[in-house]
């Protein structure tokens, strides 16, 4: 790309040295430094990105981009100097894509629960429908039915503009995004245009890192405000009425507003609910009249999910019919109230339930099918070093089940004790073990068990792996668990 053509998206920049021409590729990480790219400082938590601007010129940058001083020899190097290289990135990541939001249809979904699931919903249905679709989220990179593993739920800006135009590139005609309050805070999303914004919930969470719920919901909000004022455009907000904060959301843009909801008067309603052990259905009111919905997922969280797909496929300009028919045969999202399919005498699900609204809503999917003969094992557990206060809080919400065992999800550097402890403050009775080792609480949770018994392992849904310390270990709740089943029932085999 012409250097010039690049760099004219930052409007106030110093330039030291001759910038070359052309550049052929734009970077921060200074490992990834082709000869002749643009490296671009990004001062991170633990890692400052202006302390590797020589490695990135050794490399064969011919232009680094920084907001402090640096050591390089111009002669060789341009370095431009901005403001803020965070913002800088945005400018021009979107600009080295050529802003591929704008060549499609694109969908972002916010909310503290249910992000993943109304996603992959949507996903699911235009896959269904016969559309090129792509999906971003905590699962990863969905491109037309072939997955690529992502960090975050919200990727780094320059990640998520690549991810964008490669989904532009192979003809998907929508992209869905779940967008977490993080990665709206940090400007992840800039240059992102998004013609559809949905809104599923707000509960406690990440306020480690927001502050207060108003904090929290004001980064929510930023969504529907970067939604823009060009009503000339078709954009429109989706929210859910069942939830208080959708006023919020419907406050922070100009587009109009369509609702869903099972308990509150909205657009898009649920009615006569029949909630079983293999499905669920339902009856849609909507502005086009009445509709049968039958669909695989369990629980009435699942019911607002699929209501808010639909809602947000209407808005995109699909017909009803369209909608409900791929809906019927969609399996369950992965790692979300997913049951483990086993002959084995027990009923397991895994979730990644990591809230107390999560918590909550994933014992309220089981209880109405568990008798009085079975027992309900519950085991949650929590990222060590981040938001603290939601602990006794969610185990609280557990206690709900026969039996807890309160373990950890991914520990980091806190010992087991502090994750193990601060959860059991909240426990409102006494039949549960702390066991922070997660493998070992998994066991635990086999060894407790009898025929016939539910248990439902949250916290680490579809991950595959624990964070200890800094380094990822393979983990996988459902392969112990039956692994020691096995062990204990002698019989029966994951998908026999």
């Known amino acids: 790309m012409n250097t010039n053509e690049l760099l004219a998206v930052l409007p106030v920049k110093q330039i030291i040295g001759e910038l070359p021409e052309d550049v052929s590729d734009l970077t921060t990480d200074s490992r990834g430094v082709q000869a002749g790219g643009v490296f671009v400082c990004i001062e991170g938590y633990t890692v400052d990105g202006h302390k590797y601007a020589k490695q990135a010129a050794d490399a064969g940058a011919r232009v680094i981009i920084a907001s402090k001083p640096i050591e390089e020899d111009t002669g060789k190097t341009a370095v431009v100097c901005v403001d803020n290289t965070s913002r800088a990135i945005g400018l021009l990541a979107a600009r080295w894509c050529g802003y591929p939001s704008k060549r499609m249809t694109m969908i972002g979904v916010t ?192 019911v607002s999910n699929a209501l808010a797909a639909i809602t947000a496929l209407y808005a995109k300009g699909l017909a009803i019919p369209d909608i409900l028919g791929p809906l019927e045969f969609l399996s369950p999202v992965k790692g979300r109230m997913e049951r483990v399919e086993t002959k084995l005498p027990l009923t397991i699900y895994v979730d990644y339930a990591h809230s107390a609204d999560a918590i909550e809503k994933a014992i309220d999917a089981v209880l109405p099918y568990k008798t009085a003969e079975q027992k309900l094992i519950f085991i949650i557990g929590t990222g060590g070093n981040r938001d603290r206060k939601k602990r006794p809080i969610m185990a609280e919400k557990a206690s709900r089940a026969d039996y807890v065992i309160l373990t950890t999800d991914d520990p980091r550097d806190e010992a087991y004790d502090s994750i193990t402890g601060e959860l059991a403050a909240g426990m409102t009775h006494d039949r549960y073990a702390c066991i922070g080792d997660r493998e070992q609480a998994v066991r635990h949770a086999i060894e407790v068990a009898d025929e016939g018994d539910i248990i439902i392992f949250a916290g680490k849904g579809h991950e595959d792996f624990q964070i200890i310390g800094s380094t990822k270990y393979p983990h996988s709740d459902a392969e112990i668990a039956l692994d020691e089943a096995e062990k204990k029932f002698g019989r029966g085999l994951i998908g026999n």
């Open 111 to 302: 909310g503290t629960n249910g992000k993943t699931s109304v996603s992959n919903i949507i996903h699911g249905i235009l896959m269904g429908a016969g559309e090129r679709s792509a999906v971003s989220g905590t699962i990863g990179f969905n491109l037309d039915g072939v997955l690529y593993e992502t960090e975050n739920t919200t990727a780094d800006v320059l990640t998520t503009q690549r991810m964008i135009a490669q989904a532009a590139e192979e003809d998907c005609d929508t992209m869905t995004m779940e967008v977490s309050s993080h990665g709206l805070i940090e400007g992840r999303l800039a240059g992102t245009e998004f013609d559809i914004a949905v809104f599923m919930n707000l509960t406690h969470d990440h306020l480690d890192f927001h502050g207060t719920m108003e904090n929290y919901g004001n980064a929510k909000g930023l969504l529907f405000a970067q939604l823009g004022q060009d009503l000339t455009q078709r954009k429109f907000a989706v929210v859910n009425a069942d939830d208080p904060w959708h006023l919020k959301m419907q406050e922070m843009t100009a587009f109009p507003v369509l609702t869903f909801g099972i308990h509150a008067d909205a657009m898009f309603k649920a009615k006569d609910i029949d909630l079983r052990t293999d499905g669920t259905s339902f009856t849609l009111q909507c502005p086009e009249g009445e509709f049968p919905v039958n669909m695989r997922m369990i629980g009435e969280f699942s």
